[in-house]
């Protein structure tokens, strides 16, 4: 589960606490794991990312949009010292 997000993770203990809910307890712990092992596979083809890994591609695009405004400021200055 190593490179599963924490929010997968999150939502693999809430089925898992579920599914433990409705399966009767003589069910061995091999069909157990196999469905669990079956869910986080599901979970990892899944395109999710962290609220973290959002938030930091958040912070880089509003970085980069400033350095973009800039640069078209700068642009626009030289433009004008150049009348074109």
């Known amino acids: 589960m190593n490179d599963i997000p924490n929010a997968a993770t999150d939502i693999i203990q809430k089925i898992m606490q579920t599914a433990k ?5 003589s069910l061995s712990d ?12 599901v979970i990892g083809d899944l395109d999710v990312v962290t609220r973290e890994e959002l938030d930091t591609q958040k912070a880089v695009l509003e970085k ?21």
């Open 21 to 25: 809910a409705a399966v009767p307890d």
């Open 64 to 84: 980069t949009r400033a350095k973009v405004d800039e640069m078209e400021a700068i642009i626009a200055d030289l433009e004008k010292k150049l009348d074109l």
């Open 30 to 41: 091999d069909l157990r794991e196999n469905v669990k092992a079956a869910i986080q596979e």
